[in-house]
């Protein structure tokens, strides 16, 4: 039983201010501003917002500068803040087919109608230290405007999966009810279905659903997938307007949405099929999204009929109550509060097994 | 509501839907330059006035399938009436007030007798900025577009 203390305010106090002073370090060195964490460290933005559950950039850049950079606590701050939000409604779901690609990649098909568009991406770097960027100087001219002139006009990016489909080669996904659930509404309850599950797994901690998918890739619960389409771009967000009886636009998010080729299913009745597993994800967060497209394929070993390996990442109890970095982090942090009468009685309990231990002889005698 | 009657076939509401979606996602600082000198001249009562909230945003497995609930993202709302009756209602993402206002203004005037100023003085701009940042962005992802060569494994 945890009993509360009292006590200790200016200490506290003091404590804060010193936290305060420390977050803004040397007075000689420019002060952050919330545009430049917002635009120059925009995939940890990105992450916050992903694993905040909250798409705002500006707010998620404050909660970094808050945090002084400690993403897990900005966390924290974006979903204390989230349940200060009256909820205004639900938004249609968005039509990621009608997404403006800054990037799309397929490694399943070369030559996929509307490319291969890398976009803004980390891959084929060569992983060494930019020196440049440690000198600071004049920075380059932004974009290459120039080299765009005169480009054609983008072509349509149909899904991968729709022309797999066409051909029957992979399972279609099927309509879910009406109303999802929603975990911010409801407690989680098992067995969770794949729409809770995605929810889940969307705002899942970064670090953990990459560990459960590499599990998988490790032969936990294998499911051999191919990243058939990794997409990254902006998307409306349409909703219903009670007062107008009709829906409109209200704003544009950018999303990550990866769509894993896995291998097959089938049975006497049925020809073999591609399955699927799926990632959507707020922000430019494609390790994340590609993670949870491998840990939504793993998860979905009952409906596929394929036997439990007893692996950990098939196991949505285990990995739905453990991948929240909030809930994880309140109960093991909360460990190093005060918990001196929860101790006291302990400490009394082990002395009295001691002393009962020392002693049986001579009570023995008596 | 005081939807002013077209003789347009095109579905309800189309119109008022177009430039709501254009007034939600434009730059707020861009609306606000533009609509400033209407927010002058044109008086208004607030309705609702403006409110910070959240909207559940929802995706489909498999981009197709089955809806869940993505995430909340920050919306603001309000109501406002002019003068002469006409009200304007505006849903934006974000939690900039005044963006929420102007845009609700514009809705509103767009439905009188102002529309084709408006429309020339306000909307027209937008778009033309909106629809260069798209083209901008796309362009520049084209030039990262990439073709794949799979090497021949020789064996001899």
């Known amino acids: 039983m945890y009993v509360a203390v009292k006590g200790g305010e200016r200490a506290i106090d003091n404590a804060h201010d010193w936290l305060a002073d420390e977050r803004r370090g040397p007075r000689d060195i420019a002060e952050l501003s919330i545009a430049q964490i917002r635009h120059q460290l925009a995939l940890a933005v990105n992450r916050v917002m992903a694993e905040g559950s909250l798409y705002d950039p500006d707010l998620a850049a404050l909660a970094i500068k808050q945090a002084r950079g400690d993403l897990i606590e900005a966390i924290f701050l974006i979903r204390a803040y989230r349940t200060t939000l009256p909820r205004i409604g639900h938004s249609h779901p968005v039509d990621t087919g009608a997404m403006a690609c800054d990037r799309r990649i397929s490694a399943t098909f070369k030559d996929l109608p509307g490319g291969q568009v890398l976009g803004p991406t980390f891959d084929y770097t060569h992983r060494l230290l930019d020196f440049k960027l440690l000198a600071e100087g004049p920075t380059a001219e932004a974009g290459n405007s120039g080299a765009t002139q005169g480009m054609p006009a983008p072509a349509p990016m149909p899904r991968v999966s729709d022309f797999l489909n066409r051909d029957g080669l992979i399972q279609d996904e099927q309509p879910g009810p009406q109303t999802p659930p929603d975990m911010t509404r409801q407690p989680m309850e098992y067995p969770a279905d794949r729409p809770l599950r995605l929810q889940a797994l969307s705002r899942g901690d970064e670090g953990f659903v990459l560990g459960m998918a590499y599990s998988t890739q490790r032969g936990y619960g294998r499911n051999h997938p191919f990243v058939g389409e990794l997409r990254i771009g902006s998307v409306a967000v349409e909703m219903d307007i009670p007062e107008l009886g009709f829906a409109v636009e209200i704003g544009e998010i950018t999303l990550t949405e990866c769509e894993t080729v896995n291998q097959f299913t089938g049975s006497k009745t049925e020809p073999a099929q591609f399955t699927r597993g799926y990632g959507l994800v707020f922000g430019q967060t494609e390790r994340k999204a590609i993670s949870m497209a491998l840990v939504d394929r793993a998860l979905r070993w009952e409906e596929l009929g394929e036997d439990n390996m007893g692996a950990p990442a098939q196991d949505a109890e285990f990995v739905l109550s453990h991948a929240d970095n909030i809930q994880a982090t309140g109960f093991l942090e909360h460990i190093k509060l005060p918990h001196y009468v929860d101790f006291q009685s302990e400490l009394e309990l082990v002395r009295k097994l001691r002393a009962e231990a020392s002693t049986p002889l001579s009570e023995a005698a008596e | ?156």
């Open chain 2, 1 to 156: 509501m005081t939807n002013a009657p077209t003789a347009e076939t095109a579905p309800p509401n189309a119109e008022r839907q177009a430039w709501m979606a254009l007034l939600a996602k434009c730059p707020a600082q861009h609306l606000a330059d533009l609509a400033a000198p209407l927010s002058a001249t044109h008086p208004h009562s607030w309705l609702r006035p403006p409110e910070v909230g959240g909207v559940m945003v929802r995706g489909r497995a498999g981009g197709t399938g089955a809806a869940f609930n993505l995430g909340e993202m920050t919306v603001t709302r309000c109501s406002l009436q002019l003068g002469c009756g006409t009200v304007g209602h505006a849903y934006v993402q974000g939690r900039d007030k005044t963006h929420a206002t102007h845009a609700a203004l514009i809705d509103a005037l767009m439905q009188t007798a102002h529309a084709a100023t408006v429309r020339a003085t306000v909307l027209a701009p937008l778009q033309a900025a909106a629809e260069t940042a798209r083209a901008q962005r796309a362009s520049r992802a084209a030039t990262t577009k990439v073709d794949f060569f799979t090497m021949v494994r020789g064996e001899d």
